[in-house]
């Protein structure tokens, strides 16, 4: 007998219970909106109803090819369509989408490759000679399939068995695709640095992908047909879910294949954008621009950015320029931000300095996020809301990731007390509001990549003319953050210079990693002989 009268004693079935997947708002749309333009990119534009079809027939052609549930499709591309039909197409078929920062050098592509263990590789010709350097360096010998974009006229070669539109018009357009059996299912890989150099692989699920998108919807204020402009690279956190986010609301996704101040401002005067994301270096290059780049748009654009929370100069010079800045905040395992400064209507009272300092703050949790909070690690306790008391920042919830590939240890670790530990350190203020104060991670955010500065030690530690080194974050208006080396040489390498270390760096790293600044010195250090790097960062508001 039920125990109460609403246990009705039945199982889930078809009419009541189906796996969430973001998938499901494509299809939708495309039955609505079938005529609206979905994709635009240069010359070209895709309709809802032959995008979905175009993502259809990728799946097919996946498929045809014996891929399916559990297989790794990575892709190495910018924001052209063929990256926007992956993020569909890919888990159409059932498998699991890798998007892959072409920022990194070949070793780490090729590492994340066997690691994924990838059975395709699509990749964008402007990436070809790097794909070719990491498949050298592999164990895994993938589906190689090209993309030759029109709008790419730069050099490049075809690597692969056989070109993308080729490869799709072998597919049904009309395929018939089934959900995840699960929600549970994994659809895509995303790569995050950790304090090693390897990166770990963190697994989101079609459920997570499912609500984080339709947060962004709500966090981002989207009404129907927003036009929403890609400047933020699909491969973080597959577009911050945005990729998926705007089929919610019938949107049209501008491609940009390079992100430059004149392509930005052509696009948003040219197509009507309502919303974009991007990191600090986006926004310095929107306020920076010369006049000859600009256009003039009569409505206000909202802007989303995460990362280091911008200078009070910055956002008071994007709002001047037409842009309405939100600060967000999230990590890779959270699929992007899931967390928001909310902004408050008394807030407007504030003078501008005040405005940007309060904007400046975390926040609070998505709609779709749980739980937030900041935590004493040790008694799993949550620190006072004083806006002095330190913690690290915890999150709970369905947009939290499945966990880390192959890797039961790190996982473990990150969900002890049954809360993900985001190894941020942060404050929380009376009125509930998160700050970051530091990140235990020793994690560098630059221009929105992470960087491990554990790695550039290494790296560092190499040269045979460096006793010591310690990199720590220096703030920097353009780039958010950059890496800043403090060094103490080797006896009989008293010439070792600046420009000696970071060409050193530009060898041995991906360039965006490398130290914009070195400091030559004797690093400061407890009694036990640990670096005290928060000194380190105090020392960086002096160079320069």
């Known amino acids: 007998m039920p125990s109460n009268i609403y246990d009705l004693d039945l199982d889930k079935n078809q009419a009541n219970h189906q796996p969430l997947t973001p998938l499901s708002f494509l299809r939708r749309t495309a039955e609505v909106f079938p005529q609206h333009p979905a994709v635009v990119h240069g ?178 204020s989207m009404q129907k047909h927003p036009v929403y402009l890609w400047t933020l690279p699909m491969f973080h956190c597959n577009g911050w879910c945005f990729t998926w986010s705007l089929s919610v609301a019938a949107g049209t996704h ?42 003039s748009f009569s409505h206000r654009i909202e802007f989303f950015t995460a990362a280091a929370p911008p200078p009070a100069s910055v956002i008071g010079a994007m709002t001047a320029s037409g842009f309405s800045v939100t600060h967000l905040y999230g990590l890779t395992e959270t699929y992007g931000p899931s967390v928001i400064c909310d902004w408050q209507k008394e807030w407007d009272a504030l003078d501008a300095e005040a405005q940007a300092a309060t904007k400046s703050r975390q926040g609070v949790r998505y709609q779709v996020l749980e739980d937030l909070a900041v935590m004493d690690p040790e008694t799993m306790q949550p620190v006072p809301n004083d806006g002095e008391s330190m913690g690290e920042v915890m999150f709970r919830g369905n947009v939290i990731m499945k966990g880390y590939l192959k890797n ?35 994690i560098i955010i630059s221009g929105g990549e992470n960087i491990s500065s554990i790695e550039v030690e290494d790296t560092l530690y190499k040269h045979p003319g460096i006793l010591e080194a310690a990199v720590v974050a220096r703030a920097d208006e353009k780039w958010g953050e950059t890496p800043c080396a403090f060094i103490t040489r080797k006896n009989g390498h008293e010439n070792l210079t600046e420009a000696d270390v970071i060409a050193y760096c530009r060898d041995n790293l991906a360039h965006y990693k490398c130290p914009r600044h070195v400091v030559f ?17 105090e020392m960086t508001k002096q160079v320069g």
């Not at 404050?427 to 104060?437: A, C, E, K, S």
Request: proline share 5%; charged share 25%.
């Open 254 to 295: 501008i491609c940009l294949r390079r992100t430059e101040a004149a392509l930005i401002y052509a696009a948003i005067a040219k197509h009507n954008v309502t919303h974009m994301c991007g990191a600090p270096v986006v926004m310095g290059m929107l306020i920076n621009a010369k006049a000859e780049e600009r256009k």
């Open 408 to 442: 039961p240890k790190a996982t473990k670790e990150s969900f002890e007390g049954g809360w993900y530990h985001s190894g941020d350190l942060g404050v929380r203020h009376p009125d509930g509001y998160i700050q970051l104060r530091d990140r235990s991670k020793d």
């Open 43 to 220: 010359d070209k534009s895709f309709t809802y109803h032959e995008f979905y079809a175009r993502c259809r027939a990728l799946a097919s052609a996946l498929h045809k090819r014996g891929l399916g549930r559990g297989d790794t499709v990575a892709i190495l591309a910018p924001n052209v369509p063929a990256m926007l039909e992956a993020h569909y197409g890919v888990p159409m078929a059932g498998a699991v989408l890798n998007t892959i920062n072409y920022r990194l050098d070949a070793p780490a592509i090729a590492f994340i490759l066997d690691h994924g263990e990838a059975k395709a590789l699509i990749v964008d010709k402007e990436f070809s000679g790097l794909a070719k350097a990491a498949l050298a360096q592999c164990k895994v010998k993938p589906l190689v399939i090209d993309i030759d974009d029109p709008e790419y006229t730069g050099p490049g070669e075809a690597i692969g068995e056989v070109e993308y539109e080729a490869f799709i018009a072998k597919g049904d357009r009309n395929f018939s695709w089934a959900p995840p059996g699960d929600e549970w299912d994994a659809i895509s890989l995303n790569y995050t640095s950790g304090t090693t150099g390897n990166p770990k692989g963190v697994v989101f699920h079609h459920r997570g992908a499912y609500l984080l998108s339709m947060g962004n919807v709500v966090t981002a």
């Open 521 to 537: 010195t004797e690093l400061p250090k407890t009694s036990t002989g640990k670096v005290q790097k928060f000194k380190l960062r």
